[in-house]
C-alpha cells in the first residue's frame, strides 16, 4: 500500500483509540448521574436535569466509542457464513459492504450538520422543564459521526490491503 494510507490509516486509528478511550469513561459519568437522579428523589427534590443529561451522556458515551469499536472488530455481525470463509473473502465482502456505511454517514451526517447550524443560529433548546441548549450534543454528534467516517474509509484500506495480501 502506499505510503499515505498507510499514514492515514495509523493517525485515524491512533485518534480513535484516543477518543475511544476518553469516551468509555463517560459511563462512570452516567452511572454518576443516575445514581444522583435516585438519591435526589429518594431525599430531597428531584432534579430537572438529571433525565436529559443522562441521556446526553449515552448519546457521547455511544457516538464516540463507536469508531473504537470498529478500529477493535467488536460490532456485531450475522455470522451464519462469514465465519466459514476465507480472509480474503471476509476482506472483499467487507471492503463491499464499508462503503455502505460509508454512504450512510456521509448523509447523516450532512443532516447533522444542517441540525447543527439550525441550533446554532437559533438557539434551539430542548423543550423540556430544564431547556438545555441543544448544540453541544448535535457538535458531540457530528465530531462522532465524523470520526466514525473515518474510521470506515481506515477499514476500506485495511481490507483493501487484506485483499492484496497485505496486513496494514
Partial sequence: MPRAIELYVRYVEAVNRRV???????IFVLVGILLWSSISKTF???SL????????MMVAYYILGGPYSIQLDANVRMDLVYG????RTKAWVDAFSVLFLIYF?????YGGLNSTIYSL???????????????PIKIVMCVGIGLMILQAVAE????????????L
Fill in 105 to 109: 454517514l456521509g448523509v447523516l451526517l
Fill in 156 to 167: 476500506f484500506f485495511k481490507d483493501l490491503g487484506r485483499i492484496r495480501g497485505e496486513q
Fill in 49 to 56: 436535569w438529571t433525565l436529559e443529561m443522562a441521556q446526553f
Fill in 20 to 26: 475511544g478511550r476518553i469516551a468509555m469513561y463517560l
Fill in 84 to 87: 466459514s470463509w476465507s480472509p
Fill in 121 to 135: 443560529e437559533y438557539g434551539e433548546r430542548s423543550p423540556t422543564a430544564w431547556r438545555p441548549y441543544l448544540w
Fill in 44 to 46: 430531597f427534590l428531584p
